[in-house]
Protein backbone atom coordinates (compact mmCIF):
# COMPACT_ATOMS: atom_id res chain seq x y z
CA UNK A 1 0.00 0.00 0.00
CA UNK A 2 3.27 2.59 0.96
CA UNK A 3 4.20 1.33 -2.59
CA UNK A 4 1.88 2.62 -4.44
CA UNK A 5 0.94 5.67 -2.40
CA UNK A 6 4.59 6.57 -3.18
CA UNK A 7 4.56 6.22 -6.91
CA UNK A 8 0.98 7.76 -6.94
CA UNK A 9 2.71 10.89 -5.19
CA UNK A 10 5.43 10.50 -7.11
CA UNK A 11 3.33 10.34 -10.51
CA UNK A 12 1.43 13.36 -9.34
CA UNK A 13 4.51 15.50 -8.61
CA UNK A 14 5.98 15.05 -12.06
CA UNK A 15 2.93 15.57 -13.91
CA UNK A 16 2.66 18.98 -12.16
CA UNK A 17 6.20 19.68 -12.37
CA UNK A 18 6.14 18.83 -16.13
CA UNK A 19 3.26 21.16 -16.57
CA UNK A 20 3.50 23.82 -14.44
CA UNK A 21 6.23 25.83 -16.30
CA UNK A 22 4.55 25.61 -19.78
CA UNK A 23 3.59 28.93 -20.85
CA UNK A 24 1.26 27.12 -23.89
CA UNK A 25 -1.52 24.22 -23.16
CA UNK A 26 -0.25 21.37 -21.47
CA UNK A 27 -0.55 18.35 -23.44
CA UNK A 28 -2.45 15.92 -20.79
CA UNK A 29 -2.70 12.63 -22.66
CA UNK A 30 1.09 12.89 -24.02
CA UNK A 31 1.96 13.91 -19.90
CA UNK A 32 -0.24 11.46 -17.67
CA UNK A 33 0.23 8.42 -20.16
CA UNK A 34 -3.47 7.86 -20.22
CA UNK A 35 -5.21 5.20 -21.85
CA UNK A 36 -8.54 4.26 -23.90
CA UNK A 37 -9.93 1.42 -21.77
CA UNK A 38 -12.38 0.70 -24.59
CA UNK A 39 -12.40 1.21 -28.29
CA UNK A 40 -15.63 3.50 -27.87
CA UNK A 41 -16.31 6.52 -28.66
CA UNK A 42 -17.46 7.68 -25.26
CA UNK A 43 -14.42 6.52 -24.14
CA UNK A 44 -12.71 8.58 -27.24
CA UNK A 45 -14.67 11.53 -26.51
CA UNK A 46 -13.75 11.97 -22.87
CA UNK A 47 -10.49 10.73 -22.76
CA UNK A 48 -8.78 12.63 -26.35
CA UNK A 49 -11.65 15.15 -27.87
CA UNK A 50 -12.73 16.62 -24.37
CA UNK A 51 -9.01 17.13 -23.60
CA UNK A 52 -7.40 17.66 -27.03
CA UNK A 53 -9.34 18.57 -29.72
CA UNK A 54 -12.71 20.39 -28.41
CA UNK A 55 -10.96 23.45 -27.43
CA UNK A 56 -10.40 26.82 -27.53
CA UNK A 57 -9.90 27.72 -31.22
CA UNK A 58 -9.69 24.30 -32.28
CA UNK A 59 -12.29 21.76 -33.10
CA UNK A 60 -15.19 23.57 -30.35
CA UNK A 61 -17.13 25.84 -32.76
CA UNK A 62 -18.36 25.00 -36.32
CA UNK A 63 -17.06 26.54 -39.37
CA UNK A 64 -14.21 24.53 -41.71
CA UNK A 65 -13.21 22.13 -39.00
CA UNK A 66 -15.57 19.11 -37.41
CA UNK A 67 -16.71 19.76 -34.40
CA UNK A 68 -15.98 17.35 -31.45
CA UNK A 69 -17.81 18.55 -28.77
CA UNK A 70 -19.69 15.39 -26.59
CA UNK A 71 -22.97 15.06 -28.72
CA UNK A 72 -21.99 16.19 -31.99
CA UNK A 73 -18.20 14.60 -32.80
CA UNK A 74 -20.22 11.44 -34.25
CA UNK A 75 -22.48 13.29 -36.57
CA UNK A 76 -19.37 15.19 -37.82
CA UNK A 77 -17.25 12.49 -38.03
CA UNK A 78 -19.40 10.12 -39.77
CA UNK A 79 -20.99 12.84 -42.31
CA UNK A 80 -18.38 14.85 -42.34
CA UNK A 81 -15.56 15.14 -45.13
CA UNK A 82 -12.06 16.92 -45.05
CA UNK A 83 -11.94 20.44 -46.18
CA UNK A 84 -8.36 19.54 -47.47
CA UNK A 85 -9.19 17.15 -49.70
CA UNK A 86 -13.05 15.91 -49.39
CA UNK A 87 -11.79 12.20 -48.48
CA UNK A 88 -14.32 11.31 -45.44
CA UNK A 89 -13.88 12.12 -41.76
CA UNK A 90 -14.37 8.32 -40.64
CA UNK A 91 -14.73 5.80 -43.11
CA UNK A 92 -16.92 3.07 -41.26
CA UNK A 93 -14.80 0.09 -41.04
CA UNK A 94 -11.38 1.55 -42.91
CA UNK A 95 -9.26 3.45 -40.37
CA UNK A 96 -6.35 4.09 -43.20
CA UNK A 97 -8.98 5.40 -45.77
CA UNK A 98 -10.51 7.81 -42.49
CA UNK A 99 -9.34 11.54 -42.36
CA UNK A 100 -8.77 11.32 -38.82
CA UNK A 101 -6.31 8.65 -38.98
CA UNK A 102 -4.56 10.51 -41.75
CA UNK A 103 -4.41 13.75 -39.60
CA UNK A 104 -3.40 11.98 -36.28
CA UNK A 105 -0.65 10.20 -37.95
CA UNK A 106 0.32 13.10 -39.97
CA UNK A 107 0.28 10.69 -43.06
CA UNK A 108 0.12 13.28 -46.15
CA UNK A 109 2.25 15.47 -43.59
CA UNK A 110 -0.02 18.47 -43.65
CA UNK A 111 0.60 18.65 -40.35
CA UNK A 112 -0.05 16.66 -37.20
CA UNK A 113 -3.01 16.48 -34.69
CA UNK A 114 -3.33 17.33 -32.22
CA UNK A 115 -2.41 20.79 -33.50
CA UNK A 116 0.51 22.18 -31.53
CA UNK A 117 0.91 19.00 -29.10
CA UNK A 118 2.25 15.89 -29.19
CA UNK A 119 1.67 12.66 -30.81
CA UNK A 120 -1.06 10.75 -29.12
CA UNK A 121 0.47 7.94 -27.58
CA UNK A 122 -0.10 4.53 -29.81
CA UNK A 123 -2.20 2.88 -27.78
CA UNK A 124 -4.70 5.52 -27.74
CA UNK A 125 -3.93 5.79 -31.68
CA UNK A 126 -5.17 2.09 -31.68
CA UNK A 127 -7.72 2.56 -29.77
CA UNK A 128 -9.38 5.13 -32.27
CA UNK A 129 -8.09 2.59 -35.52
CA UNK A 130 -10.04 -0.33 -33.51
CA UNK A 131 -12.75 1.95 -33.25
CA UNK A 132 -12.93 2.84 -37.07
CA UNK A 133 -12.29 -0.97 -37.67
CA UNK A 134 -15.27 -2.20 -35.89
CA UNK A 135 -17.66 -0.08 -38.00
CA UNK A 136 -17.14 3.18 -35.95
CA UNK A 137 -20.94 2.96 -33.70
CA UNK A 138 -22.16 5.86 -31.75
CA UNK A 139 -21.37 3.68 -28.13
Not at 21 to 41: E, H, N, Q, R, W
Request: proline share 4%; glycine share 10%; hydrophobic share 35%.
Amino acid sequence: MKIRLTLLLFSIGFIAQSCGDVKTTCDPIATTGATITKASLSSIQTTVFDKQCATAGCHDVGGDSPLLTAGKSYAELINGTSQNNGSLLVKANDPLQSYLMVKILNSDNSGLMPKGGSKLPQNVIDSISAWIAKGAPND
